[in-house]
């Protein structure tokens, strides 16, 4: 069976960065075919009163203005689309998501398109996929009373569809640097391909 991956690296260091090297390591565990590469450290653009503009009038009556400032987020959309797992890495700012993270989940999540509404309440769209998150946190313990980055991320993806979520954590580093590398590597052995 093939398999395409959606490789998302949020943290801002592209060099020395906690999070792109247990992501690296589960890209090449999972041995998938098809790599999407997806690098946030170069922000994506905030979503603004245009945007939403174009987001909420429908596909058939947008101009070339909207559909120009509604193509990114086709584009991202389209990737995780096409991708059978999604592999982000997130390191922990100030007890959250990096804001280049949450820009990608401001663009991502659009009515009709990544979930919809019913009488049940909000369906995710993005179903049948998984995804693998890589966190890297300096003192923050991954599931404390100050970790407002894994609940929030497992939330969203669930929200668009993405309700197989596992976590792979080197947390608190600053505590104990290699035990907490030695937690995340065993628990990438442990991750099925």
Same mark, same amino acid.
């Given at each position: 069976?093939?398999?395409?991956v959606?490789?998302?690296?949020?943290?801002?260091?592209?060099?020395?960065?906690?999070?792109?090297?247990?992501?690296?390591?589960?890209?090449?565990?999972?041995?998938?075919?098809t790599?999407?590469?997806?690098?946030?450290?170069?922000?994506?653009?905030?979503?603004?009163?245009?945007?939403?503009?174009?987001?909420?009038?429908?596909?058939?009556?947008?101009?070339?203005?909207?559909?120009?400032?509604?193509s990114?987020s086709?584009?991202?959309?389209?990737?995780?689309?096409?991708?059978?797992?999604?592999?982000?890495?997130?390191?922990i700012?100030?007890?959250?998501?990096?804001?280049?993270?949450?820009?990608?989940?401001?663009?991502?999540?659009?009515?009709?398109?990544?979930?919809?509404?019913?009488?049940?309440?909000?369906?995710?769209?993005? +179903? =049948?996929?998984?995804?693998? @998150?890589?966190?890297?946190? $300096?003192? &923050?313990? %991954?599931?404390?009373?100050?970790?407002? #980055? +894994? =609940?929030?991320?497992?939330? @969203?993806?669930?929200?668009? $569809?993405? &309700?197989? %979520?596992?976590?792979?954590?080197?947390? #608190?580093? =600053?505590?104990?640097?290699?035990?907490?590398?030695?937690?995340?590597?065993?628990?990438?052995e442990?991750?099925?391909?």
């Amino acid at each position: 069976m093939t398999q395409t991956v959606l490789h998302i690296d949020a943290s801002a260091r592209t060099e020395g960065s906690t999070s792109r090297e247990l992501t690296a390591k589960i890209i090449a565990r999972l041995n998938a075919d098809t790599v999407i590469r997806r690098d946030l450290s170069s922000a994506l653009p905030q979503i603004t009163e245009g945007w939403i503009n174009a987001n909420f009038t429908p596909a058939d009556d947008r101009d070339a203005v909207q559909r120009d400032l509604l193509s990114l987020s086709d584009q991202l959309v389209d990737e995780a689309k096409a991708a059978d797992t999604l592999v982000i890495g997130m390191p922990i700012y100030n007890f959250s998501v990096p804001a280049s993270l949450k820009a990608w989940i401001d663009l991502m999540a659009r009515v009709g398109v990544t979930f919809s509404y019913s009488e049940a309440g909000p369906e995710g769209l993005l +179903t =049948g996929k998984r995804a693998i @998150v890589a966190v890297a946190t $300096g003192g &923050t313990q %991954v599931g404390s009373d100050i970790d407002f #980055a +894994t =609940g929030y991320l497992r939330h @969203v993806l669930g929200f668009i $569809g993405i &309700t197989d %979520v596992q976590f792979v954590s080197a947390d #608190a580093m =600053g505590q104990d640097a290699e035990a907490a590398m030695a937690r995340a590597n065993s628990a990438i052995e442990a991750l099925a391909a």
